[in-house]
């Protein structure tokens, strides 16, 4: 089955520490998105790629970092400098242009004690 | 810069009762609108989108939309509620581009027995 992977379903951390998420994706799309959810607040925009090796800030980019080595595979890094980290990430891809469905994954719900 | 805003961050109908969810948007540029659903700790699933076809737009489980332009309107529908139709919904706006999508904060669709 196509679709996006998102791992793991429930993380936790002490504050402090960097953690990685993970988000593949077998639909063959261009494009990958990070959201970061809080309850009331909707979805916010963090970082995206619309290619290989080139990714772009999003409304709130401070704190993360991202890479895309492969086309597949699109990691987020929460660093230290995040000042509220707690949330639910949410990886998102599509083909390419804006009329193509964005397609979600599972989420990870990130807790920092 | 783009913007959506969802009137009512809950939303209690009855069970057979008409569903009706509010978005209206912002947008410098013939929007592209969608709208999505989310059950509790999942991602984010397509209920429709509108790309400049028909106004009139009909999506999963019964659910349609019409987008307004005058009154930068684009408001969910769904004659008849059933309880499997609980859940967060989503109102979001694309500028046409692969650069991530921007979402209303959310309405919480409660179905009274």
């Known amino acids: 089955d196509g679709g996006i992977t998102q791992s793991p379903k429930y993380l936790f951390r002490k504050e402090g520490q960097n953690v990685t998420l993970s988000c593949e994706q077998n639909?063959?799309?261009?494009?990958m998105y990070w959201y970061r959810q809080d309850p009331g607040q909707g979805l916010r925009l963090i970082y995206y790629?619309?290619?290989?090796?080139?990714?772009q800030k999003g409304d709130i980019a401070e704190g993360y970092s991202v890479s895309r080595e492969k086309k597949e595979s699109f990691p987020l890094t929460v660093t230290s400098a995040q000042k509220n980290p707690t949330a639910f990430y949410l990886c998102?891809?599509?083909?390419?242009?804006?009329?193509?469905?964005?397609?979600f994954g599972p989420g990870t719900r990130l807790t920092v004690l | 810069a783009q913007s959506v805003t969802q009137l009512g961050s809950h939303v209690s109908v009855s069970e057979g009762a008409l569903v009706l969810l509010r978005c209206n948007y912002s947008?410098?540029?013939?929007?592209?609108l969608f709208w999505y659903v989310q059950y509790p700790n999942q991602g984010l699933q397509l209920l429709l989108k509108?790309?400049?076809?028909?106004?009139l737009v009909k999506g999963i489980n019964g659910f349609e939309a019409e987008f307004k332009k005058s009154e930068t309107s684009f408001h969910l529908t769904k004659p008849s509620a059933h309880m499997s139709d609980a859940a967060e919904y989503f109102c979001?706006?694309?500028?046409?581009?692969?650069?991530?999508?921007?979402f209303g904060k959310g309405t919480h669709l409660i179905i009274q027995p």
């Open positions: 998102a891809s599509q083909t390419g242009g804006g009329t193509d469905t964005q397609y």
């Open positions: 639909l063959n799309h261009d494009a």
């Open positions: 790629s619309q290619i290989v090796n080139d990714f």
């Open positions: 947008s410098s540029v013939p929007p592209y």
């Open positions: 509108y790309t400049s076809a028909a106004t």
């Open positions: 979001a706006v694309s500028d046409r581009g692969a650069d991530g999508l921007t």
